[in-house]
């Protein structure tokens, strides 16, 4: 397929409008979308491109090639997906509005010594679904370590990887004026913002970035974006947002000689400190009410609870915020070294991993780490005299990825506002219902005719089990919206012949649980 030549790391993209509409034109003419490509190769070869193994994808490419030609889309998906070069005609044949000599303008492509051009940049089509529709979108990033057949430079920019899609499917869809995205890289988290979103503000130290977000911005036809240079909160000093998200450069990485900082991850500074400087900092750009979501790490030092410390920066906010905290897994510290060493390109078993693995658990031994959490963070400018606090672990449970998840957290808030705001007088003469996608199950010892053991398992959302008795399934169950709280618990206490007062004092604070969970919803 020619030869492997790269332009140098680091050269810029021009974000020249005129050729960028002349690009999307090609792509969009070659038909170049995520199911038409990845029906080039079959979805063998595309979970082989998942482990970072292309051969499988190059010869179904090179057999496709023999039997029909070179057709353009082949050709688009070999130079920006699989990262090989092509020949010359065959890219002119693929970019015949923007020419070789545009895409060589827009830093899309070089030309090897041998004649061939091989890619400059990662770009490829990405698809989307999420509470407000589904769609597509082309991105452009750096070449990663399989098409450059070595370590990521340390000013690398990153593409769309699994902690981009996690935060951009927990983003609220309500619609807001203002936006920011704290640390755009490649910009698709201020792509998606700008589908909510009046007006959307992207940030990054990285100019590199900002240039190829920008491209990605005007390739896509979005317009509604301002791109600003500086790090983390300077660029909008003194600036209040409706949303804020950000996947910040939370990796935890050894401040030490030798050893990578790659923009991308890495915020220069110690441990988890940078995470910690996002939860103390972001509330003074909020508007009242505004909502910020990011990612992020947080460590577990010497026997003490990891979400702990993160209450603890939660409470010291300059401003009063609501928090909700996720953590969906800890890691070990060698794990944690051995991921994020190998997301560098280091590969596993060499000398330079064993040199950096050893000075990742030196880092971690002086601060005593002994495990590292991930998770989501939600905080919510508030009102100080009810503060919402929700530090969860939900490790290993599946939840929803594919959009509905952000939904489903803006239920959740919803409903606890609602549920907050009613006392127990109040909550007693309201209608609620139970959510359309939790199941009740229940088990029997062989020959009982009573459960031993009954769940409400939530098939969406965080896909929550939550164990309940024989007086919360028969207020469930009954939450059909036609009776109040209040008749549904005195039917069930003249039932089972219980003191209708004292169960309202068992179940109420259960069913305001259930109401925060988004398995019980306000019927209207």
């Given at each position: 397929m020619g030869g492997s030549a790269h332009p140098a790391a680091g050269t810029l993209v021009g974000v020249d409008q005129r050729l960028i509409d002349l690009l999307r034109s090609d792509l969009d003419a070659a038909?170049?979308?995520?199911?038409?490509?990845?029906?080039?190769w079959?979805?063998?070869?595309e979970a082989a491109l998942h482990r970072s193994n292309r051969v499988v994808a190059i010869r179904s490419l090179d057999e496709r090639r023999r039997t029909v030609g070179a057709e353009p889309i082949a050709t688009l998906a070999t130079l920006f997906v699989l990262g090989v070069a092509v020949a010359a005609d065959d890219a002119t044949r693929a970019l015949p509005s923007l020419g070789l000599d545009g895409a060589v303008a827009l830093g899309l492509v070089g030309l090897s010594d041998d004649g061939s051009v091989a890619p400059a940049i990662d770009l490829r089509p990405y698809a989307w679904v999420d509470a407000n529709g589904s769609g597509a979108w082309w991105i452009a990033s750096d070449l990663g370590e399989l098409a450059l057949g070595h370590e990521l430079g340390e000013e690398h920019v990153l593409g769309v990887g699994g902690?981009?899609?996690?935060?951009s499917g927990i983003i609220l869809p309500e619609r807001v004026g203002t936006a920011l995205d704290l640390g755009t890289g490649c910009g698709i988290q201020a792509l998606h913002l700008s589908r909510i979103a009046d007006h959307v503000v992207a940030t990054d130290i990285s100019e590199r970035a900002l240039e190829l977000a920008a491209?990605?911005?005007r390739l896509n036809g979005i317009d509604s974006i301002e791109f600003r240079h500086g790090s983390m909160f300077e660029p909008v000093a003194g600036e209040r947002f409706d949303r804020i998200v950000s996947n910040p450069p939370f990796v935890i990485t050894p401040r030490a000689e030798g050893v990578p900082s790659y923009e991308y991850r890495d915020g220069g500074l110690v441990g988890d400190a940078l995470v910690e400087s996002v939860f103390l900092e972001v509330a003074r750009h909020l508007t009242p009410g505004g909502v910020a979501q990011f990612l992020g790490n947080w460590e577990y030092r010497d026997g003490a609870d990891g979400l702990e410390r993160v209450a603890g920066w939660v409470e010291r906010s300059p401003e009063p915020v609501d928090a909700w905290v996720i953590e969906r897994e800890v890691q070990d510290p060698a794990e944690y070294a051995e991921t994020w060493i190998r997301d560098g390109g280091t590969r596993l078993g060499t000398p330079e991993f064993e040199r950096l693995a050893g000075a990742w658990l030196d880092d971690f031994a002086a601060r005593a780490v002994t495990g590292v959490g991930f998770g989501y963070v939600l905080l919510r400018r508030s009102d100080p005299s009810t503060p919402l606090r929700r530090f969860e672990r939900l490790h290993g449970q599946a939840g929803s990825n594919s959009g509905g998840l952000g939904a489903h957290l803006a239920v959740c808030l919803l409903a606890h506002d609602w549920q907050v705001a009613l006392d127990d007088e109040r909550l007693l003469r309201e209608?609620?219902?139970?959510?359309?996608d939790v199941t009740e199950e229940r088990h029997y010892w062989p020959g009982d005719e009573d459960p031993t053991a009954m769940t409400l398992r939530q098939g969406g959302g965080l896909a929550r089990s939550v164990g309940i008795d024989t007086?919360?399934?028969?207020?469930?169950?009954?939450c059909d919206g036609e009776l109040t709280l209040g008749a549904i618990i005195d039917a069930i206490a003249q039932l089972v012949e219980v003191d209708a007062a004292e169960l309202r004092v068992e179940l109420l604070p259960r069913v305001r649980a259930l109401l925060d969970d988004g398995i019980l919803l306000p019927s209207s």
């Open positions: 038909g170049y979308t995520v199911e038409r490509v990845r029906g080039l079959g979805e063998t070869a902690a981009s899609m996690t935060l491209l990605n911005a209608r609620v219902i139970l959510a359309g007086g919360l399934a028969g207020l469930v169950g009954a």
